[in-house]
């Protein structure tokens, strides 16, 4: 009888797993990871660009940088952790360098378009109002402010490299402090 109960409960009760706090939180980071590797993908980059370090990249790839990367980024964390280079805070960099990248495939663009709404839609239903205490709510602005910036730039088809620094700079960082999330050994 107990087994039958359990196997009920099971199916028809809880979803396991719902009562975590912290399941929303990473899946919008995988998301987001995966809005990484398909915009790679979109344009055939030769990097990993859900590796944080491959934002380092200096010499002939730095002018694909970001010029406003941290425009509407509040976060202490998203950038205290990052080593930069002298020209990846110069304010003069080109914004629009995605002239020079060439759209690979389209279908990988139109894949990257679509998660990062989903991303976006997840955290406007389940993560805006979730954020553990209200010392939370500045970060929890953060990753909103991130997750449209990244769905913007997409559509616009801005550069890589400025994809990858609204991810690791915006959305990561602030997902990590709102959610108290721990990276992932090797992340």
Do not use: C, W
């Amino acid at each position: 009888m107990g087994t039958v109960v359990g196997l009920v409960s099971s199916i028809f009760g809880e979803k396991k797993g719902e009562n975590n706090p912290t399941i929303q939180p990473v899946r919008v980071a995988e998301l987001v990871d995966s809005v990484l590797r398909s915009y790679g993908n979109a344009y055939d980059v030769s990097f990993d660009m859900t590796n944080m370090s491959n934002m380092a990249m200096t010499g002939a790839n730095s002018s694909m940088l970001m010029s406003d990367m941290t425009d509407d980024n509040n976060s202490v964390s998203g950038m205290d952790h990052m080593n930069m280079s002298p020209a990846m805070t110069n304010g003069d960099i080109n914004n629009n360098a995605s002239k020079d990248d060439s759209l690979a495939s389209v279908a990988e663009h139109q894949s990257a378009q679509a998660l990062a709404a989903k991303a976006l839609e997840i955290f406007n239903k389940e993560l805006r109002s979730a954020a553990p205490d209200e010392e939370s709510t500045v970060f929890v602005s953060n990753i909103e402010n991130g997750l449209i910036k990244l769905h913007n730039s997409i559509k616009d088809k801005a550069s890589p490299m400025n994809i990858m620094m609204i991810a690791h700079t915006q959305i990561h960082p602030n997902l990590l402090e709102a959610f108290n999330l721990q990276l992932r050994p090797g992340g």
